[in-house]
Structure formats: C-alpha cells, structure tokens
C-alpha cells in the first residue's frame, strides 16, 4: 500500500521535512497547517518541492472546531474553510482532515453536526476536494470512532468520508472490529501511531508520547486488519507527536518511521520481506583499545586465553569457554580507555540475517577484506554498535574465526589453571543515546526477531536509567538496552559485558587472586540482605567477601558481581540458578552507587 | 518549627547530601534506605557524620508491605523489621515511615492490620522506636489519610502514630480538613511535596513529577494550617522524587527547597521574614556586548538615544520615553554577542526588597564601587541574571542615574525625529536553564511577589518550549519563564525585551527606515490570519509589509514584530488594546520558525 506521514512527525523546516520523507521512500505526505504557516516558501512552492521528491501530498490538516455550531458562529467558519480550500488548491492537496469540534459553542446535536458537514462537503466539492472528518479522543461532543462514522453516514454526501486514527481509537480503549462495518470507500484515511502504555490524560499522552506502531503498547496492527476488511485502500500514514522526535534528525527519524511501516505491513500480511533470523547466542563481542594492556590483565584474569591473532590486523582473539572476546587495536585512537563497538549473533543464515536488516533500511557496513579474509555480514545498530551475523566453526559456513591465527598464550594467562569458570556471555548491556531508545525498542524485534521485556526505572546518585531488554525466545541471546530518561552526562554511562558461570563463588574469587579488581559493594547491603531473603550467616558472609549481589524470582536464584570500570566497559559476572529470568534490577541502584564510589576513589566502609 | 528534608530529594551520594542539607540550614533529615544501603559508610559513621553537622535523624524510611498478611508471611516481616531496628539503633533515628501495603498477599480487614501493627508498635518499643503508618496513595486497602488514622486508633498504643503525605493526601483529591480531627500527638510526621496539576497515574507523578511546595498546584499551606490546627509539633518534613533534582546539584536543590520551606512558614503564619516588596516596573535593563556597534545602530533605529555615560565604567545609557537601556562593555569580553544580563527593578523600597530576598536566601551581589558611586542592592536571580532595586528620580532615594553623566546624543541618533515612539519596557523574556525551571517559578513569587501565569507549551522547529509568565498585580511589570522541556541547545535560546508603543506601524516603519532589520515573517501566516481574524485587506497589507503579528483574547487585541536577533539578545514590539493580557503565544510557532530561516539567512517567499 501507499505509506505516508504527517510533516509534524519530524523536525525541522517544512523544506527539510519532505526531503527526509522522500529520502526514507515513502509516497506522500499529510501537511500539517503549521508548518506551512511557519514556511517561507508558499503553497505554490511546496507543491512544486513535493511533485519534484515524487511525493503526492495526501492530506492538509487539521480544520478545526468547525461542526454544530450556532448560524453566526457557522458563517465564520465557511469563511475560514473557504480559506483553507483555496491553499489547498494552491498546494494540490484534495483531502482535508475535520476534526470533531472541542469547541465550547458546539452543540451535542448529531443531525446538526451532520447537517453543516454536508453543506462543508458541498463547499468542497465544487473545489475538487474531499473532507475525512476524525474523532478527536478528547472531542466536546464526538470522541469515538463509531460516533464521528454514524454522523458521516447521516450527512451521507459523497465528498465526506472519516478519517482514522489508531492513537484517538486505542488510546479510548475502544473495539477497532467495529471498523470492519464501515464501508471500506467511506474511510478516506487512516492515521497511524503508537504510545506506550501509560496512564494519563489522553491529551498530554497524544501531543508528547504519540510514537511509532511497534515501539509503544497498542494493537495497530489488529486496528489496520479491521480497515482492510473493510475494504479501506488509502494510504497507511504515520503522525506521531513526540518531544524526542521534535529534536531529532528528520532523515533519521523518517528511516526509523519507514521501518516502523514496513514491519507493520510484514505483520498484517501487506507485505514479505525477507523473514526474520533470530540470532542463538553471541559469536563474540568486540572491544576496542588504543592501549590494551589494562584490558588484558582483566581478560587474564578473569580466566580468558588469547587463542588468536588476526592475519592481517592488529586484532586479537581470546576465549574462554563459548564466551570469545575480540580486542581490536586498530581504528582511530581511544581516549577514553576500552569500548565495546561490535557484537557477533550466531546465527542460521547470516546472509539472510543480512537481507532481512536491508530490507528494513538498516545500513549494512561495507567491509574492505584482505584476499583470503573470510566474507563478513554485518550491520548497523541504532546507537552505532557493530552488529557481524556469524556462525562459529561450523561445517556449512565458512567461520570468522578462520581469520586468527593459533597462537601460544600469552605468559600471564597460562597459569596452572586455564579452567573455564566462564562458559559464555550471559548477556550486554548497550547504553542508547537518548533519542534513539525508541529507534531500538523497534530495530531489535523487527530487524533481529527478538522479544522485548517491559522497560524498568533504574537510579543511580545522579539520575535515573530506564532499562528495557530483548531476548530470543530461548533466553540464550540477551541485550539490555539502557537509556537516561532525560539527555545528559549518562549518555556516555560504560557498556558492560555479562559472562556466564556456574560457579561464581570460584570464579569471582579467582578475579581477585588474579588482581582483577572487583566492585565493592557496600556492608549496609548485607546487612539488609539478611532481612530481606534470611539468607545464612556463612552464605552472607562469602557474599560480602567477594562483593556478589543477589536476587530472586519465582523461577530461581540469580548471583552476580562486576569488576571495576576500565574506560567505557566492565564486566558482570552472573550465575543463574533454576531458570532465572532477569538482570538483578533490585540491585541496581547499589552497584550504580557502588561505581560511584570507586570511580572517586572511595573505599567502601 | 524544626525543618527536614528527605535525602531521596537530593543527588549524589549520602554524605554529600548532608553536607548540602546543613549548609542550607536544615534541621533533621528523613533517611531514604537506598541511600544508607548504596553508601559506603556504615550507620554509625553516618550518625557521626550528622551529629557533626548538627542534623538530627529524624526519620528512617521506608518499611513497606508489612501489615494485614497470612501468619507465616508475618513471621518474616517481623523478621525483616527487626533488622531494621537494629539498624536504627546504630543510627540513632527514633521514628519509622511504615508504608501502607502495597502487596497482593495482604488482607483487606482492618482490624487484622491494626493488631498486625500493634504487635510491631510491642517490638518496636522495646528498641525506643516510634512508628508512623502512612496511607500510599496506592495503597493496595489503604489508600486514604483518613483509612491510615482508623487503623492507627483501632491499633491503640503509644508507639504507634500516623505520618501525613501531603502529595499522597492532595494528589488523591482528599479533603485535608479531617487531619484537625485527628490528635496533634498522634501525627507522628508530616511529608511535604507539591505536583504540578497533571492528570496521569499516581504512582508516575509521584516518582517523576514531585516539586516542593510553591512550585506545583497543591495547596500544602492549607494542609499545614489543618495539622497545625488539630496540634501537630513535629518537623515540616520535605520529600520529593523528582528527574531534575535527580540530577541537579545538590547544595543548589536544598537551598531551593529551604526557600520552599520558609516560604510555607509565612505563609501559614508561623514565620515572619522582612515583607514581599513587589516591583512596579522596570527600571531598566542592562544589555553586555564586547563590541557595542551593531546594538548601537539598532539601538538608534529603534528611537533610543543616548543620554548618559557612567563616571567610571565603560557603560552607557540610552532612553526613549520610560524605556531605559544599560549596555556595558565592562566585563569578559563575550563573543556571542549582546546579552541580556541585568535588570533594573523600580521599587518602592529598594533595602526591604534586598532583605526580603536575603531572607530568602537568594544570593546577593557584593558591589564594588567608586567613592561617590550611588549605592546599588542587587541579588541574582536563579538564571543567574542579575537583579537591582531601584527608586529611578525620585526625591526620597539615591537614583542609579545620577552615576551617568549626560552626554550629547550620537550623531546618528539625533535625526530629525528623537520621537518617543517606544513608551516603556512591556515585558522581558528570559531563557532558563532546564534544571532552573522550578526554583525560578519559585522565586519570583516568594522573593518578589509576582503572580505566575499558567504554563504553556510553544513549539519550535526543533522542539518544545514551556513559557510561564510572572507579573505583578497591575501587569506593569512581566517577565516570561522558557523553558526547553528537555535539556538540549535551546537553553541558549536567545532572551529578548518587549519594548510597549502606542503606534506599532509608525514604530515598526520607523525600525525598518532606519535600517534595523525586522524579522520577516512568512506570506502565508497572513493568508490565515485573515481566515481566522477577518481582517480587512488594508489592514492585512500593512502587517504583511512590516512583520507585524496579530492576536486578540477576550479584552483586547495585540499587534507585535520583532527585530532580527543581535548575538544571544533580540528586541520585541508590541502594542496592546483594550486589555490584552497575553504575550502572542498563538504566534510563538510561526515566530521561532521564522527566527530560524532568518538564521539560516534565508528569505520568505
């Protein structure tokens, strides 16, 4: 189907706006009245702009507080319509958004509101155009979808149509399968947006929360079925009100929304793009160091052996059971100390992992190989974190791995046990910059198949994260995605890695044998541990000696401790017992204090 | 009475925010366990580190979901009280927040909770603690103040008392005069916090949107009164969870919330601080600029004439009617440009005002001045912006201008027409720092005792601003609050001066002859504004031709243009009709747009 996009969904001039929306490839536009006012350029012009980007202008909104009102009050308003008519026919747009009256002259009179739309239909007409009169939620009079159709229905003129709108229909909680009975002709357009389900006053929720389908909590997809069997053919069109998209990039936001459209057409059977991959498990995660000898002490003595070096560049694999570790010297120099920048899926099928992530306009990352390197899908994420489709020694795939060279280890890490206590990376934690959370909310479920969980409030000393994590349904691939509510400092909060033992007891003790440095945690958190879980004195005590944190769930028992921060990345150790579903959010707020702490140089009493 | 804060309205770590808490002349503070559980002190160093500061521990909260549960599940929670005990005790804090349960395990019977909490009153006095129950607003059986004290009463023992919310209470739409009915003795705490009016769930306002009293829409003085009344003796007590404060500067929120605090005490009459001296108008304002030339020329174009040079500064002033204008060159040289950094305050009393503020504890501004020198009081604002009380020619105070001495006016300035086509300075438009908002919306009604308008919400090309307006009774004297939502570049957004004409088009043309440079405003704002308006084409003409904007409400009308943009600083005119109580929010839109074209040196079509 056509897709489209109100203007006030992205930021910027109106200039600026049609040329991100044509760049993302949608068909057309919905002009919203502001920014043609705030536009230099006048209806004429724009017409021109959107004829020459190839896009159609499908929509002029919104006309106001028009319907059942007194006569002297009706005058003025033609006389306004009058108006809004003649721009159109200088912007070639035939289709006019009405929405219900919020006015306090509006009268609670179907017949009446029925009686003046027809004669606005009359109006229109003799200009070529047609109206789709909308409910607003927060209408004087009308608010429902089925009321805003029934007064359509008894104006019954054939240039008045309605206007849908996933936000005003689902965020009411009204039925959108009574859609299905309107004839599919009579919806002249359907408006679609997302929000998160939260409760508030409808009013603030649309103008600042509005996002899009898919990266919110309504059913839009169920909403779009019922206007197909209708019978509705317009074009599915995307307006979204939000404070971050206000602020963001157009292009970039018009990339995110074009997703948003194409997996949504994916699930209502629109359209099939390439499926879905779903990775297994991390190939590997990639660390970058300008000076990486800090990094390979840690490594060293969290009991990873280098096991490889790269044929061509300065590149370094180490391993520990399935948890691999690359670390990458090359690239521009690193201030900051030790970053993660990309991560390795195991994957099925990475060239149809690939397809999948283009055809949703992810941007796939040229690779420049050396002769013999082996070929290397990858992509990239929203906040920027290389993503390589891999499959790790196996017969049907050429491996990534085939790239290293075996090499001895390295002195200080072939101790007398190079045992593995890790056996693979449990999960990662990506900080996301502020305005692009909701890009990934949608990226990691459309492009890589995973399943989000509900987002968490996390806080720190200093401020608040928000924490949402995705997870393939088997729970053996899991990223949490960590944003700061509000932009700021935490933006550039470290990246952490979590790995996977069975024994953390050991294996944090090892750490410190090691001369890893472990996080301390604080006495106090003991000592409310005891009155929270009844745990056992010698248990409290071991637990407190090595700094590991707990929590439980109804499914099991989780343990888990970190290291110190070098530069922008630390690692968790975590032992799951019994079928443990989370992260430890419980003790977040102590480890965030913690970190605190030991980045001033504090020793914890 | 004695003044308390919770340490979960502050940021950073425990013992910074101690120090804030003393500094700003707190009495007690409540402690937030999270707080003593990420802290690496133990509790007795943090006792110490009261007992230092002279704070007394007046609180330790929260317990949560304790009473009206199942045998076995109160077993454990008498356990995990006990913990809690003994951690006061090494603490030194006397008083519990027992929190009414929010848990699915807990029973709906009142007299179970009541000889629930008996019991934990029994072994709570055996360690010398009193607990104070506390109605959450959602509270899973007990929800309401009113509910809490029932139980307290059935409960019936020495150690057990209620803990008053004021957001739990105000925020649920309950009636605070039931707390006279309740005994002064059996109060044992009482919990400040204001909200802003917004309807959303309870529990999200709550932990997002808390701000202390006098910057919200409850009205907590009339609680005060109502527990003052019925003989409560204990702390005023604030507690607020809010995301700016979460990341604001510690020192700087207690200050904030210890102006709240005195400014409640005056308000409900147990304190009596120097009066509020409320400004009459402004007296002037100052404008920095390393290099004067450009503002000179639109100084000039805008009918000001310079008629003082400071004795021993390089400052100048220029007037035109009752408009006066301080530009200094004095000062670090700013390569922005101008900038708006003081402002003149005509004032009845210009001492009382200073003591009014200091009494506040709003910062003032040692001045170092010449021999001979006018004395000069000035404090500074929360933007940083500074503000002087001034009496200008008046017989019974020094006036600041008689440190200038008249000059002749510059050539370019004494043309054929030194008219006073500008009358006075309307209004003033200051952008504040994100983290500011509150405690300037504050400020200006305690400190100075203006009146705040509504908050309004005006969008840009690139995101949002929230406009508040503070004016005095008459409306002589406005200043208007932005804000961006959400930090970002927009808090340099630039300040500007609204500059009051009787004759905006003579004005407005006489700007433009004179070279100055008016904001041109896009063609097709006035297609509309003759579809909204009705105005005639003459009218609509002459606007177009200068750039004028049009607004009206129900007292009058308002024309305004705007001059180009000098560095962070830009000029307004404005003429009001008939009453006109607004600023021309309905424009902001096409202003902001029209202000970024310019910028980018486009040109209206």
């Known amino acids: 189907m056509r897709k489209s996009i109100a203007t006030v969904s992205l930021s910027g001039s109106l200039s600026e706006k049609l040329g991100a929306v044509a760049a993302a490839g949608f068909d057309g536009v919905e002009i ?9 350029l006048g209806p004429e012009d724009i017409r021109k702009r959107a004829a020459d980007l190839g896009l159609r202008i499908d929509l002029y909104q919104p006309f106001r507080d028009f319907e059942a009102v007194p006569e002297d009050v009706l005058e003025n308003n033609l006389r306004r319509a009058e108006q809004k ?7 070639g747009a035939d289709t006019m958004l009405v929405c219900s009256s919020v006015s306090p002259d509006s009268i609670d009179e179907d017949e009446l509101a029925a009686d003046q739309l027809r004669l606005l239909a009359q109006r229109a007409e003799a200009h070529g155009i047609r109206l789709a009169y909308e409910a607003l939620a927060w209408g004087r009079h009308v608010s429902t979808y089925d009321h805003a159709w029934r007064i359509v229905e008894l104006a019954d003129h054939a240039a008045l149509g309605t206007c849908l709108d996933s936000f005003h229909i689902l965020s009411r909680g009204s039925d959108p399968r009574g859609i299905e009975r309107i004839p599919g002709e009579k919806i002249f357009f359907l408006q679609l947006a997302d929000a998160p389900r939260v409760a508030m006053d409808v009013l603030q929720w649309s103008r600042h929360y509005r996002c899009f389908p898919g990266q919110g909590g309504f059913d839009v997809a169920g909403l779009v079925h019922a206007a197909l069997r209708a019978g509705y053919t317009g074009p599915l069109s995307l307006e979204v009100f939000n404070d971050v998209f206000r602020q963001a990039d157009a292009s970039r936001t018009a990339v995110d929304a074009m997703r948003s459209l194409l997996t949504l057409e994916e699930s209502v059977g629109l359209a099939s793009p390439p499926g879905r991959v779903v990775p297994s498990s991390f190939a590997f995660a990639e660390l970058a160091a ?4 800090p990094l390979r002490a840690l490594l060293g003595a969290l009991g990873f052996v280098r096991t490889g070096r790269h044929g061509g560049k300065p590149v370094e694999l180490w391993e520990q059971g399935e948890a691999r570790l690359v670390v990458n010297t090359a690239g521009a120099s690193r201030r900051e100390g030790p970053a993660l920048t990309a991560l390795g899926l195991e994957t099925p099928d990475p060239g149809a992992a690939t397809r999948r992530a283009e055809s949703l306009l992810t941007p796939v990352i ?16 929203p906040d920027g974190t290389e993503l390589f489709f891999c499959r790790t020694r196996r017969e049907d795939h050429p491996s990534w791995t085939d790239d290293f060279a075996p090499v001895l280890p390295l002195e200080d890490t072939a101790g007398p046990e190079p045992g593995t206590v890790v056996t693979r990376i449990d999960h990662v934690a990506l900080t996301q910059p502020w305005h692009r959370f909701d890009e990934a909310s949608l990226f990691y479920p459309s492009v890589l198949g995973l399943q989000p969980n509900e987002s968490l409030d996390l806080a720190d000393p200093y401020g608040l994260f928000r924490s949402r994590a995705v997870a393939n349904p088997e729970g053996t691939l899991r990223i949490a995605l960590n944003v700061a509510p509000v932009p700021g400092e935490r933006e550039t909060h470290p990246q952490h890695i979590a790995l996977a033992t069975d024994d953390i007891v050991t294996t944090a003790r090892r750490v410190r044998d090691h001369g890893g440095g472990l996080l301390p945690i604080p006495g106090n958190y003991y000592d409310d541990l005891r009155a929270r879980h009844g745990l056992a004195d010698d248990t409290l005590a071991t637990l407190r000696e090595l700094g590991i944190l707990y929590d439980r769930d109804e499914y099991g028992e989780f343990h888990h401790c970190y290291t110190v921060t070098l530069g922008r990345v630390f690692f968790e150790l975590v032992q799951r017992t019994g079928g443990y579903r989370g992260y430890g959010a419980p003790n977040a707020t102590v480890r965030l204090a913690a970190q605190h702490t030991a980045e001033l140089g504090l020793r914890p009493g």
Chains 1, 2 share one sequence.
């Open 85 to 91: 008519f003649s721009v159109m026919e200088r912007l």
């Open 290 to 293: 300008a000076d990486t000898e």
């Open 32 to 40: 919203f009245e502001n920014d043609l006012l705030a536009s230099p």
């Open 366 to 381: 040229p690779r420049r190989r050396a002769a013999g390197d082996v070929p290397l899908e990858a992509v990239e994420a």
